[in-house]
Nanobody, 124 residues
C-alpha cells in the first residue's frame, strides 16, 4: 500500500509562489505516474498536472499551463509542484495521486493512491 504525504501549502498573495511536495512510501514509487489534483470549496476535484515515471513526459491543465511545473526526484521518492504567478482562483486543497500502471491520465478515478491534501490559499 503506497502512502502519499503532501506538504508546502499555505497562504500567499496573488502573484506569489509556492512549492508543494509529495513524499511517497510503501511501494515502487519510481514506476508510478504521479499527478496533482485540486479541489476548491463547492467544486469537483480537478486535474492540475501529471508526470511520467521517468519525468520525461508532463501534461498540464490549461488553467495552470505556463505557471505551474511538475517534477519528480525518484531517488527521494518525491514529486513537486512549483506554482508561480498564483491567482485567487488557484485557492484549493491540493492532492497528490499515484497511478500504479504508469498511465498518464487526467481522470481522478484512474489513480490508485491519494494523499490527504494540503491547503493553498491565494489572497487578492
Amino acid at each position: 500500500q503506497a502512502q502519499l504525504v503532501e506538504s508546502g501549502g499555505g497562504l500567499v498573495q496573488a502573484g506569489g509562489s509556492l512549492r508543494l511536495s509529495c513524499l511517497a512510501s510503501g511501494r515502487t514509487f519510481s514506476s508510478y505516474a504521479m499527478a496533482w489534483f485540486r479541489q476548491a470549496p463547492g467544486k469537483e476535484r480537478e486535474f492540475v498536472a501529471t508526470i511520467s515515471w521517468s519525468g520525461g513526459n508532463t501534461y498540464y491543465a490549461d488553467s495552470v499551463k505556463g505557471r505551474f511545473t511538475i517534477s519528480r526526484d525518484n531517488a527521494k521518492n518525491t514529486v513537486f509542484l512549483q506554482m508561480n504567478s498564483l491567482k485567487p482562483e488557484d485557492t484549493a486543497v491540493y492532492y497528490c495521486a499515484a497511478q500504479k500502471f504508469g498511465i498518464l491520465t487526467m481522470k481522478s478515478n484512474e489513480y490508485n493512491y491519494w494523499g490527504q491534501g494540503t491547503q493553498v490559499t491565494v489572497s487578492s
